[in-house]
């Protein structure tokens, strides 16, 4: 399996560029908004206007010169406030590596045919991006010239609310936040419409994992990792689907391990059960992402392949990717390998007995003490 990626640099105000992008895309967005819209009606252009103006102000402008680049309609003009987008689900991994090579690395997982496939440098406002773009505007990762770094994975929850869709939310972040804190600060205040872990990292060195769900507060964590749920499974069947408590624990043991390097932690997200390949599913890795907050470069990667950029060698460029498929029969026990004490090859065995006990009807917290329960319990 093939996907089109391109790299683009419009590092100004949005132009030609970006037009190019919004009607290459626009069609099928429409599509899915106008489907959505029978079964799920949602706020209309002005709700979707005025709520834009109050969270997120500065971006007004630059929402202007958009809807007036494309001569948008009221469904354009809408989908561009980023408000109340249609529910969706992606998967993804976050990791922070700590130390000299300081570093953010994750995978996008999602179905091919619903990925824009493009790299942006922008300059929409004092901050220059890169980001992989989404939603026309939005954002799945990226950095600013701050070296400010923000990446989102799904919380794994059902439950949608009153907000915007997270990478909109993460375009404001990168483009008027400096450091961790100022992100904080925006994750905190504006509402997001559905449950999202997001991680966010600065040259200083600094890292947080963020929460958010509709209607509840942010909840601030120091992990260094992240996958598909927040503190407890409270969607089984995607948790079954995805294996997000597997990659949590695989995780949380790679990043133990000794003198674990940058090229190490990369090559493990290349690898299962990080990188996925049910791609017709929905669940394959479309990119793994090396983010440099301390030098302000991206490495994009694929199993045979590699981008590299940063804010002073920023190359435009179109590349036919091939989606690596690596399955093999699964066995019934569900085994994959995971790093523990040194041994990067060590095996355990994840069997759906131990997962119901997580996702009982009264769903078990997943602390670091179950998540050890779950390690003894399952080991080989």
Known sequence: M????????????????????????????KKWLIENEKQVPTSDLKTSQSALRIHMPELWDTYERLCQLVDSDKLAAKFLTGYQPPFYVSGCSNAILEGDDFQLVRNYDHHPDLFEGVQILTKWNQKRVIAVSDC??????????????????????????????????????????????????????????????????????????????????????????TTNHQKKVDWPENARFNKTIERSLFLSHLLEEQDLSTENLVSAFLRKPLYNDLFKEGFGTLFTASYFPKSGEVDLHWPHQKISQSFDNFEEKEETITLHQRRKKRSKNNQFSIPYQGYTAKTITYSNPILNK???????????????EVWSVTKS
């Open 2 to 29: 093939q996907i089109n990626f391109k790299t683009i640099s419009e590092p100004s105000l949005p132009g030609l560029k970006w037009q190019n992008l919004f009607f290459t895309h626009w069609d099928a967005y």
């Open 136 to 225: 026309l505007i939005g954002v799945l990762d990226g950095i600013n010239d701050d070296g400010l770094v923000v990446s989102l994975t799904f919380g794994g929850r059902k439950v949608t609310g009153q907000g915007f869709g997270i990478p909109f939310i993460l375009r404001y972040i990168l483009e008027f936040c400096s450091n961790v804190e100022e992100a904080i600060e925006v994750l905190i205040r504006i509402p997001s419409h559905m449950a999202y872990n997001v991680s966010i990292a600065d040259k200083s060195g600094s890292y947080k994992t963020v929460r958010v769900a509709p209607g509840e507060k942010a909840v601030i964590t120091n992990s260094a990792y």
């Open 358 to 372: 997580a996702v009982s009807k009264k769903p078990k917290e997943i602390t670091n003490e179950f998540l050890k």
